[in-house]
Structure formats: C-alpha cells, structure tokens
C-alpha cells in the first residue's frame, strides 16, 4: 500500500493544497491517442494556461520528440523520463522519477497552472498514484472495440474521466459510440465519459471545460485527489470511491 | 521514528521495492551492453564494480554516517567534504547526475520518515560543497544510516549489495537469462562485497576516499547519456 492514500498533505517536501498547478495524468493502453489529446490540450489550453509536460516512454523519447515536434509548448517544457522497462512502476509504486520532473518543472517555469503526465501505458490495469497527480483521465479508443469499456478495470472504472478517444472511426471500425459511452458510463457510476475526435472541435472543447473545471476545484480545494486503485472493482459499493479514494482490492 | 530500527533499516535500504528511484537505473550495464558486454561476463562486472566504483561509494557512506555522528552534541553536521571528495572521484558528470538523482529520490524520503532529524537537516551541507550538485547517493544514504541507526558494515554492505542488484535486475531486462541465475551472480560475490566492506569500513576521512575509479564504465556511461533508446536513465 502506498502511504498517502489522498494527497500529501503532512509531507514537507509536497503541500498540495498551497500549489496552484493542478497535476494532470493520462494513462490508457499504447496507441489510444494520449501524446495526440495531450497535444490537442497544449494547443487549445496553452494560450490561457501555463503549461508542461511529462512523458514516460519505455524504449525511446519517441512521445516527447513526437510532442515537441508538434509545435505546440516550448520544447523544455517537455521532457521525458526513464522507466526502467516498468512504465507502471513509475506512475504509482515508485513515482521518484516523475515526481522529480514535475517538481523541476514547476520550479523552472514557476507559476505553472497545468503539468501534464502521459504514462507509458501498456495495458489497461495501470493508473497514477495520487501521491503523483490530482487527477487522471483514462484514454481508450474506439478502434480497440466497443467491448473494452465492458472489461473494466480500474482506469476505465474509477479515473476522474473517461476518454473514449478516435470517436471519428467508429463508423470504419463498426462500433456504436453512443453504446461505448453508455456502456461505460454504466461502469464508471455516474463519473463523467467524453467521446473525443480530434477533428471534432465540439468534442475538444467538452475535454478542455472538464480540465478547466478540475482546475478550479483544484484550486478551490473542492477536488481531493482519488485513486482509482491498481485492482479489479472497488467492494464498498456506488459511491464509496468518492469519499476515501483509498480504492484496496478488498 | 522509534529506537531499534538498524537491522530493519540495513534491509529497507537494501530492498529494491524501496521507492526512491532505483529501479530506472541499471548501475551502467545498459551502457556496458551496447558496447557489447555479453551475458556471461554479468557476473565479472559486477565484480569489478564491487571492487572499484562500489568500494568508493560504500567507503562515503561510512564517512557521511560517521560525520552525521561524530559531530559533538549541538554542534552542526557537515556532509561537504564526504561530498566534495565523492565527486572528486566520480569523474564522469552523467554519473555524478545519476548519483545526485538517486541521492534526491532517497532524501525526499528521509524528509519524509525523520524531517527534524539533524541527520537529514544537515543534508544542504553536503550541496553546498558542490554547487550545482544535489546530495550523492552514499552521503544521502548515510544520512540514513544515521536515522535508522545502522552500523558502518550495515550501510557500507547495503551500497555494496544494492550496487551488485541493481546490475542483476537490469541484466533480466538487457540480457536473456534465469532470473534464479541472477541470484547466484550476487551471492558468488559475496567475498568481494565483504572484501570492500572491510575496505569502506577501514577508511579514515574524506582525504583517504578510495578513488576507485573504472575507465571503461565512465566511457560506456558518457556514450550511454546520448543514446537514443534506453530504457535506464545511467
Ligand atoms: N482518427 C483519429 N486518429 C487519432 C486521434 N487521436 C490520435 N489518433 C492517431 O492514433 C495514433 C496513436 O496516437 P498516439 O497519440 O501516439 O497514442 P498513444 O500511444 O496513446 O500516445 C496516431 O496515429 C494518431 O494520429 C483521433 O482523434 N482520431
Ligand atoms: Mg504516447
């Protein structure tokens, strides 16, 4: 078990509730569209926000040349991290590494509203620590079917949001994306699931009001940071997620 | 923090689940496997690591324990020549960087387990020596030695056997091979690190540091800080 189960709040060396920049995870399996939707909020939310990114890449720094490439946030203010091969390690039982580019990020290009973290994702059982990030959006994509939302787990089940990403192919890979999201939206009690297309500038800006209004509850000390859990569904019933966020495979 | 926490400290340091970063390292043998280091010869380089490169750490961690003891009651800790003489003698800079990052993961948690510790209070001494430098590895790890009440064998042992895993646990990911046959690299080792446990703990002062330096890994580390495709940050 981790020792913070919410945020840090006693530890000297994080005060959560004093730091204006909201910490943003993105995790989902490989090829879902994360370094794309997090290209997508640079471009849309770097003109309000200061902003940076982290990547962990498991072979390469592919996802922050990719990035950079793009054009859209300064090139230092991305930088990438080694994993050791253990993407999810890195993102919950051992952060050091993340925690330490966030930490000289925030510190470098002080005050920062919005630091963004992309997991090197690898299958669907990953998710942040809290002790990393305020929160998480999960990412799966229409292209790996219509049943992924039903298999579950605990990103698609309990991250602050769910993206059901590529919405723009499902016509060409037959699925229903009305039935993805409710299917999901089933499985997640009630929290939020947005269809995302790239090209689907309404969809873009429901993304980018979701990350606005975590900011401000962030900011407001409304949103306590929730952890999703490493394991199979929560025992403790609808809703027992919300207020302990400690989420233990009982 | 209660008394009586040596011999469970010596093993928490000893332990890679220990979450302060170690796991993204590969003690150089990602670099040493690019240049063609083979399987086989694991075992030797980890051998030559306990008794040149480990042996200076293990030795300025003792050093960094006895200083974060040896000051007399009330009288300040001062880390900065064990940190000035361990970076005197790590001449590659992607080492040094590595040292101070794995030095910064373990000292965000002694922070966390003892932050009115003198100990850990101390530790801005050691940076100060360095500018530009945070804290080494074997300083920090003294320091917590301090904290949780090792002897100089525990924690020169503890530098010297996470120094020998750290390249077995990276071998299972670089090289194809046994797991169990990882941990009989480690424990044919155990006169060398016992051997270079006698040594750290023989040492007098910073002056007298072991500059127990290695050419090769230095080299391997320098081109490995370039490389395109890694998966260990040195
Ligand atoms: N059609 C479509 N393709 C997308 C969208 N977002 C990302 N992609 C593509 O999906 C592939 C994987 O995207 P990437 O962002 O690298 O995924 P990651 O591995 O999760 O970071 C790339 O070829 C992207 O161009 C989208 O909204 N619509
Ligand atoms: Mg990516």
Redesign the pocket.
């Known amino acids: 078990m981790p020792e913070t189960t919410t945020a840090p709040s006693t530890a000297p060396d994080a005060a959560p509730t004093a730091r204006r920049t909201l910490r943003l995870g993105?995790a989902?399996?490989?090829?879902?569209?994360?370094?794309?939707?997090?290209?997508?909020l640079c471009r849309e939310l770097s003109g309000e926000l200061a902003m940076a990114v982290v990547t962990n890449d498991i072979y390469t720094d592919e996802?922050a040349r990719?990035l950079r490439s793009a054009g859209v946030l300064d090139a230092e203010r991305i930088r990438a991290v080694e994993t050791g091969a253990c993407p999810h390690t890195a993102i919950r039982d051992d952060i050091t590494a993340n925690l330490d580019a966030v930490e000289d990020l925030e510190a470098e290009f002080a005050p920062l509203d919005l630091v963004l973290v992309?997991s090197g994702?690898d299958n669907l059982t990953a998710t942040f620590s809290p002790a990393l990030i305020d929160a998480q959006i999960f990412?799966l994509?229409v292209?790996g079917g219509g049943d992924v939302a039903r298999k579950g787990g605990p990103g698609i089940g309990r991250a602050d949001v769910l993206v059901v990403?590529?919405?723009?192919?499902a016509p060409y890979v037959g699925v229903d994306v009305e039935r993805m999201v409710a299917d999901a939206s089933a499985a997640r009690d009630g929290r939020p699931v947005l269809a995302?297309?790239?090209?689907?500038a309404a969809s873009v800006a429901r993304l980018c009001d979701w990350v606005r209004g975590v900011l401000t509850a962030h900011r407001s000390g409304a949103h306590v940071p929730q952890d999703p859990g490493p394991m199979a569904p929560h025992g403790h019933g609808p809703g027992a997620g919300h207020g302990h966020g400690h989420g233990h495979a009982s | 923090m209660t008394d009586d926490t040596g011999a469970l400290g010596a093993l928490l340091l000893a332990d890679a689940r220990l979450p302060t970063g170690g796991h993204a390292h590969s003690a150089t043998l990602e670099g040493a496997t690019a240049a063609g280091l083979t399987a086989d010869r694991v075992g030797e380089y980890v051998r030559a690591r306990l008794a040149t490169t480990a042996r200076t750490e293990a030795a300025a961690a003792v050093l960094a324990l006895r200083a974060a003891g040896a000051a007399p009651a009330g009288a300040p800790i001062d880390y900065g020549p064990v940190q000035a003489a361990v970076a005197a003698r790590t001449p590659s800079r992607p080492l040094r960087e590595a040292s101070a990052g794995l030095g910064r993961g373990l000292a965000r948690l002694a922070r966390r387990i003892a932050p009115d510790a003198p100990a850990v209070a101390a530790l801005d001494t050691a940076a100060a020596a360095t500018p530009g430098l945070r804290p080494l590895r074997p300083v920090v790890l003294g320091a917590l030695g301090a904290v949780l009440g090792l002897t100089e064998g525990q924690t020169a042992r503890a530098v010297l056997y996470d120094d020998a895993q750290t390249v077995t646990a990276a071998a299972l990911k670089l090289h194809p091979g046994d797991p169990l046959t990882a941990v009989r690299w480690v424990l044919d080792a155990a006169p060398d690190i016992e051997e270079s446990v006698r040594r750290a703990t023989a040492v007098r002062g910073p002056r007298d540091l072991p500059a127990g330096s290695a050419p090769l890994i230095d080299a391997w580390a320098g081109a490995h800080a370039h490389a395109t495709r890694r998966l260990f940050v040195a």
Do not use: Q, W
């Open positions: 993105v989902g399996p490989v090829g879902t569209g994360k370094s794309s939707l997090i290209a997508t996802d990719f992309e994702g990412c994509d292209a990403n590529k919405a723009d192919l995302v297309a790239r090209t689907d």
